[in-house]
């Protein structure tokens, strides 16, 4: 089974509107992180927000913010007042404690486009 | 802040042909590892290291060689490079391998074997 699912493979967004990014996982490891990184077209990967799995808050990083739910083991990324900036891919990832190495697993990762 | 430090940004190879892939960091970090990234996909572990001496098999380690004889650099070997091996390669590393540290990227290498 996949480990993280991000089913929307494109996304359109209006400039200056909110927009969420799905993310699901599947672990059966108490103790994990969630992690969202941005590539844009320049290649670069680009760390945005962290979420621990004992967290008991939502994490938010600015503009960017993740509504964690975790008895439905989805970790969507909320972005607020998109900016043409942020048209690039997106990537959901997790690392497990229990993983020798703790290897990081990404999604196959969404693209957004900002329309101006 | 140099942080992770990749080279090179491109290459070209024949099939059969072997290079390696640098790796650099400069943070001190234990944990190193190597992905690849295919066309409109995610990342996927190749090898990996958590220390000095130390290398284990990601998900996809096959024509892929590693060494880690110090902290600071972790070389990725291809050792007779075939078209499936055609892929844009990043290096990463963080503090340790636990759960709440993020991984540092290198800017990547795009590599094409023809």
């Known amino acids: 089974a996949q480990k993280i699912t991000q089913t929307q493979p494109g996304m359109f967004v209006q400039e200056k509107e909110a927009v969420t990014l799905d993310c699901t996982y599947d672990?059966?490891?108490?103790?994990?992180?969630l992690f969202w990184y941005k590539q844009p077209s320049s290649g670069e990967m680009i760390f945005l927000i962290y979420?621990?799995?004992?967290?008991?808050q939502n994490a938010t990083e600015g503009r960017y913010s993740l509504n964690f739910q975790k008895a439905r083991k989805s970790a969507n990324l909320v972005i607020s007042a998109s900016q043409l900036g942020d048209s690039a891919m997106y990537f959901c990832?997790?690392?497990?404690?229990?993983?020798?190495?703790?290897?990081?697993?990404f999604g196959g990762g969404t693209r957004l486009m900002v329309k101006p | 802040n140099a942080g992770v430090t990749q080279t090179p940004k491109f290459q070209v190879l024949k099939t059969g042909q072997s290079m390696t892939l640098q790796c650099a960091q400069d943070?001190?970090?234990?944990?190193m590892s190597w992905y690849r990234q295919d066309p409109g996909m995610g990342l996927r572990l190749i090898h990996y290291?958590?220390?000095?001496?130390?290398?284990d098999q990601g998900e996809v380690p096959n024509g892929y060689n590693v060494s880690r004889s110090t902290t600071e650099d972790f070389p990725l070997r291809l050792l007779s490079a075939a078209p499936s091996q055609t892929s844009v390669y990043f290096c990463?590393?963080?503090?340790?391998?636990?759960?709440?540290?993020?991984?540092?990227f290198g800017s990547g290498t795009q590599l094409s074997v023809l």
């Open positions: 990832a997790m690392r497990e404690g229990s993983n020798a190495g703790n290897m990081l697993t």
């Open positions: 672990t059966s490891d108490p103790s994990y992180g």
């Open positions: 290291s958590v220390g000095a001496g130390i290398t």
């Open positions: 990463a590393s963080s503090k340790q391998s636990a759960t709440n540290e993020k991984l540092f």
């Open positions: 979420q621990g799995s004992y967290d008991q």
């Open positions: 943070m001190n970090h234990e944990y």
